[in-house]
């Protein structure tokens, strides 16, 4: 299987400055579209060895990961311990006991049988939002945006996500990547060549009948 021999040390091999870069998703994750609050249920499917787990439960969220590599769950498990909830299962039917908080994909939204149906399953019990990356190059963005509506998410919100994976960046010019991030026209044009959005897609909120 593909991913089960690189499971011991997936995040420390896969993000060359793992730490600022899981930590700056965490940020996003938290506070991209509808706010996230410490105590909130993280739903990560796809976890790979649980790397954005970690900050998570020291942030005092719940975790609870979820990836089909058997591999993987087993260091996912030996990272988080008791802090967290690890279980191997499959990204396009899994469901959590409880509905969560928020559900993330990351880097894993090419393994879903069917996009649109994904978004549906999700949508049944995910609470305040989805959260995944999205390579604008590899999905037609209208697309992607018009499933997510189709599944009941309204309310969608893009940012682009510059924290390289394989290059460690000194702290300025991480600073400087987060800002360009912001940047709009020159964002968007950055994309055309490199790196990804992030999108938080909530539920439409329902109004109220006079
Ligand atoms: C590129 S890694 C990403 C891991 C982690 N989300 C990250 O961003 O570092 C892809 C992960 O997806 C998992 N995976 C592949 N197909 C899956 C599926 N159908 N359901 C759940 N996990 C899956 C793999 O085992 C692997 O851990």
């Known amino acids: ?18 730490s600022t870069y899981l930590a700056h998703r965490a940020d996003l994750v938290v506070t991209l579209g509808r706010q996230l609050v410490p105590g909130d249920e993280v739903l990560d499917l796809a ?3 649980g790397g954005l787990g970690e900050v998570f439960v020291a942030r005092g969220f719940r975790y609870r990961g979820v990836d089909s590599t058997p591999e993987m769950v087993e260091a996912a498990r030996q990272r988080l311990g008791e802090r967290a909830s690890v279980e191997l299962g499959d990204l396009n039917d899994y469901v959590p006991p409880a ?13 879903t049988r069917d996009r649109r149906a ?27 945006l018009a499933d997510l509506r189709r599944a009941g998410f309204g309310q969608i ?14 702290r300025p010019a ?16 950055a994309l055309r060549y490199r790196f990804t959005y992030l999108v938080a897609a909530s539920p439409a909120l329902e109004t109220p009948t006079q």
Request: proline fraction near 7%; charged fraction near 25%; charge should be positive.
């Open 157 to 170: 919100v893009l940012r682009p996500f510059f924290m390289p994976q394989t290059i460690a960046l000194p």
């Open 174 to 189: 991480a600073a400087i990547a987060r800002k360009l991030e912001r940047s709009g026209p020159l964002a968007r044009l």
């Open 118 to 144: 994904f978004f549906e399953h999700v949508a049944a019990f995910t609470e305040k939002k989805l959260v995944f990356d999205l390579n604008p190059r590899q999905y037609r963005l209208e697309d992607v």
């Open 1 to 18: 299987m593909k991913y089960a021999s690189q499971a011991r040390s997936w995040t420390e091999s896969a993000y060359a400055d793992a």
């Open 47 to 49: 976890c790979g060895d």
């Open 99 to 111: 509905p969560v908080a928020v559900t993330t994909v990351f880097r894993a939204l090419y393994y």
